[in-house]
């Protein structure tokens, strides 16, 4: 069972959400919250999976979601938004989003970011990869990323575990995490979904 809960203030919005999320058998809407300090109460209380939100609602600040995502290690965190610039998405994404879809995407690709997410990956709506996809050249921003970093953030980008990483260049798993932490840190983002944008803004998918 999946446990959903979802942060939001708009009843038609969040009986829309929880109608498509119900078409799922396994899928649980454990609570619908108005605010984050009702949210961050439950979290204390129950178990919670997967928290749904609307980023441009303005119920949560990043500080906050930040808060709840390192206190509470199982929760993942579903965007779904209206139709945003790419830099805004980019930078939700680096603020402790797992996955982004936008709010006129279907029911299947809902769900699907619903199982995705849960088991660990990122799930972008086909929308919002049209967007991330759009005039991948930017500026070098001088991250002096290593070409053994380069490896890993395309391996990374394309699904595979640090073990899966490990195995394929026959490094450590120790190392492949050691290096998943300098990436982070060069390139000043805090997630791995922060990790796939970059490999998709600087065209690293062979």
Known sequence: MIDIALLDNRPIYTNGIKQIISLTPGNRVVGVFSSFESLYENLKKYHIDILILDHTNQLIT???????????????????????????????????????????????????????????NQFFCSKVMDILTHNKNIEDENAELSVRELEIIELIAKGLTNKQIADKLFLSTHTVNTHRKNIMKKLGIKNTAGIVIYAFEENLLG
């Open 62 to 120: 990043t500080e906050e979601l930040n808060k709840i995502t390192a206190e509470f290690e199982q929760l993942k965190v579903i965007n779904i938004t209206k139709k945003l610039p790419k830099a805004k998405i980019i930078e939700i994404l680096k603020n402790g989003a797992t996955s982004y879809l936008l709010d006129d995407c279907d029911a299947l690709e809902i769900n699907n970011a619903i199982k995705e997410t849960y088991k660990g």
